[in-house]
Nanobody, 116 residues
Framework: QVQLVESGGGLVQAGGSLGLSCTASGSIFSIKTVGWYRQAPGNARELVATITRGSATTYADSVKGRFTISRDNAKNTVYLQMNRLKAEDTAVYYC??????????WGQGTQVTVSS
């Protein structure tokens, strides 16, 4: 079973930047399409970005042009660089496989808080 550990969250002012990391315990992580998700209080968890094994990427419209997902397969790590942050980006951020049928157990997530 893959274990996921997210890190890098924090408090930042609107317009600022943060970089998140997600490291997995199992090597199967490196051959799967992985996504970053976020969940704000009272909201459903939403998928914000995905990256394939070959580093093809997709983004939700709400983050396109501001967020960049990347990965290092040798390190079983996926990154999310977040620029020009907005208050509405405030949420707990998680990584996991790109679709429910492939989900591993969720990690603890990392809190991102953007002050306006």
């Amino acid at each position: 079973q893959v274990q996921l550990v997210e890190s890098g969250g924090g408090l930042v002012q609107a317009g600022g930047s943060l970089g998140l990391s997600c490291t997995a315990s199992g090597s199967i992580f490196s051959i799967k399409t992985v996504g970053w998700y976020r969940q704000a209080p009272g909201n459903a968890r939403e998928l914000v970005a995905t990256i394939t094994r070959g580093s093809a990427t997709t983004y939700a419209d709400s983050v396109k042009g501001r967020f960049t997902i990347s990965r290092d397969n040798a390190k079983n790590t996926v990154y999310l660089q977040m620029n020009r942050l907005k208050a509405e980006d405030t949420a707990v951020y998680y990584c996991n496989a790109d679709r429910p049928s492939r989900w591993w157990d969720w990690g603890q997530g990392t809190q991102v808080t953007v002050s306006s």
